[in-house]
């Protein structure tokens, strides 16, 4: 391959696949870009020229020679080389970041400050506040000088300009998973608004910050600097605002059933560096019909109310069951010594509470929250509620039996508060994607039934359908056992993966490790994203692979330091990919 830039323009010179006769220079790592940012300023005015002038003045870029003889080419319209390419994509990066990193942390703050979750009998669509969102993108991209489309308030595109009729459609989403204002507090007692981008130390607090409105405004600052500063693209690229990633994920194919599919795709909702994996997703949906309490002879009290995780895809800090009492001190006594065995027994990981309330005993179980994909990384609340009903139930018959306990035996029977399936004997593992993992999340109560959700996470190794059918067989197993009144239903999408071919793939990976200094390895991902059925789909960031993800919790917060490393990786990264001959 021999790529040439000059005169601000991109020329391509021999075969695609050639090779250097000579090694490419060294690119900066991630010290010698630590030193940039410290010793560099940007004004408003400023263009990547004059921030090439400040590098050409510190002491220790000018040791780097081979990067001086780069930046001293490109300002005399010389012919550069690849390696020398990258090294100005890379600096490229570093200018946006400097000169736009607080203007997008303000950006982010103002979409945060929009709460684009799903309301119940809305279709996203045609509620407000995405209304408001495609305003706010509408109105960024205007300022950015580039193109805006709304498809139908489904998807909002933005959009750069190449000069082939090849397209990269970068993938973020608009929409987030419901909140619990309630749960938002902090170790130290501070309350937070999920709607209000707070900063913390080096956190920044929110709902979207990490999942995923992050990456629609990291993605809108690269292309304004790649816009302003007339890099040449032999591509377009169309950043896809999905509206409906954390519920129905029918925005992108309803996009797709109307445009053209971009030839290549990546999502920036996943994990660094390069994602090529991601294991199959789906759920098991039990329906309990609402039935009046049926009172035995030691039952003094009845379950009215459970909380849950508001959507299948989240497991929430606590669940917290209303429990009617004419007793509330002997209740609560006989709970608190059951808890305290239930907790022995399992872990103790995780709390039980029994406090006095006006209808009897609130009892509340607290553990730690987290992304559905990722059961590991948190402490399950709601399986716990669940199976700890049941243990108290077969201990001391002390609850009326309803829909509430019915749903605590299918739990406890078939889940567990385990999260590989050992209960169902349906866990399995692959090499590369994980084990099969299964979250009892989502708890919807209403006036007619009450629906417990499972949310599954399947690698590759086992047909879905086999699967699906193996899970509904062993459930209608026990509803024949137990003679609970009780609906089943499960659906299960594919695993994906793709051969980590082409240029693009790995140039992706080349930016993303030499930045975070991280070993040049592909990754695998519990979550799916957009690009699962799509044509050359990856993830590429933007979350680390050893830090836990935080998009679905109380509490959810992006790292400064991250969200700035990210604004710099994606700008290199457009104008790598973006000037790659062929990909």
């Known amino acids: 391959m021999n790529i040439l830039l000059k005169a601000g323009l991109l020329i391509i010179t021999g075969l695609v696949n050639a090779v250097y006769a000579t090694a490419s220079p060294a690119n900066l790592n991630p010290k010698m870009s630590t030193q940039i940012i410290a010793n560099t300023r940007l004004q408003t005015s400023d263009t990547f020229d004059d921030f090439l002038t400040q590098v050409l003045t510190l002491h220790t870029i000018n040791q780097h020679e081979s990067l001086g003889l780069a930046i ?28 736009h990193g607080q203007d997008a942390i303000e950006t982010l703050a103002q979409l945060v400050a929009i709460p684009t979750f799903r309301v119940e009998g809305v279709a996203q669509h045609d509620n407000p506040q995405f209304y408001l969102m495609a305003d706010a993108i509408a109105a960024i991209a205007k300022k950015f000088n580039l193109a805006f489309r709304n498809i139908d308030n489904r998807v909002f595109e933005v959009s750069l300009k190449g000069s082939s009729d090849e397209v990269v459609g970068i993938h973020a989403h608009a929409d987030v998973v419901p909140v619990t204002p309630s749960l938002w507090v902090l170790e130290d007692g501070t309350q937070l ?31 304004k600097v790649i816009q302003e500063e007339n890099i040449p693209l032999l591509r377009h690229f169309h950043l896809l605002i999905d509206t409906t990633e954390e519920t129905s994920s029918d925005a992108i194919p309803y996009y797709f059933a109307r445009n053209p599919t971009p030839n290549y795709n990546l999502a920036l909702d996943g994990g660094y560096p390069v994602v090529i994996a991601e294991k199959g997703s789906g759920g098991v949906m039990a329906t309990f019909p609402v039935r009046a309490g049926q009172a035995n002879s030691k039952a003094s009290a009845e379950i009215v109310a459970i909380t849950g995780g508001l959507a299948m895809n989240q497991i929430p800090g606590a669940s917290v069951a209303q429990i009617n009492s004419a007793d509330a001190a002997s209740l609560m006594t006989q709970l608190h010594k059951l808890a305290s065995q239930f907790i022995q027994a399992n872990g103790g990981n995780f709390t039980i509470t029994a406090s006095k309330a006006s209808y009897g005993v609130e009892l509340t179980v607290k553990g730690i929250s987290a992304h559905s994909s990722e059961p590991e990384s948190g402490v399950n609340p709601v399986s716990r509620m669940l199976a700890f009903i049941a243990f108290a139930q077969q201990q001391t018959p002390m609850f009326s039996s309803n829909h509430i306990t019915d749903a605590a035996s299918y739990v406890a029977a078939n889940w567990g508060i385990s999260y590989l399936g050992q209960n169902l004997g349906i866990g399995f593992a692959d090499d590369f994607m994980g084990p099969l993992t299964h979250s009892v999340t989502l708890i919807n109560l209403n006036e007619t039934s009450l629906q417990v959700g499972v949310n599954l996470r399947v690698p590759v190794g086992r047909e879905v359908d086999d699967i699906k059918q193996d899970i509904l067989a062993k459930l209608a197993l026990w509803k024949q056992k137990s003679g609970i009144n009780v609906e089943l239903s499960a659906g299960i999408r594919a695993p994906m993966y793709r051969n980590p071919e082409g240029y693009w793939v790995n140039a992706l990976l080349d930016v993303a490790t030499e930045n975070l200094a991280m070993p040049r390895v592909f990754g695998s991902s519990n979550g799916g994203t957009s690009v699962h059925n799509l044509p050359n789909g990856v993830q590429f960031g933007l979350a680390m692979p050893n830090e836990k993800y935080t998009g679905h919790n109380a509490n959810e917060f992006k790292r400064v330091e991250q969200f700035l490393l990210d604004l710099q990786i994606i700008t290199e990264m457009i104008a790598r990919v973006g000037q790659i001959p062929q990909l």
Do not use: C, S, W
């Open 72 to 99: 001293n080419k490109y300002r005399a319209k010389e012919t550069l080389n690849e390696g020398q390419l990258h090294q100005l994509q890379r600096l490229l990066g570093l200018y946006t970041r400097i000169k």
């Open 193 to 223: 608004d999920p709607f209000k981008l707070t900063l913390i130390g080096d956190r920044m607090y929110g709902r979207g910050a990490e999942d995923d409105k992050n990456g629609i405004v990291v993605t809108m600052y690269a292309m």
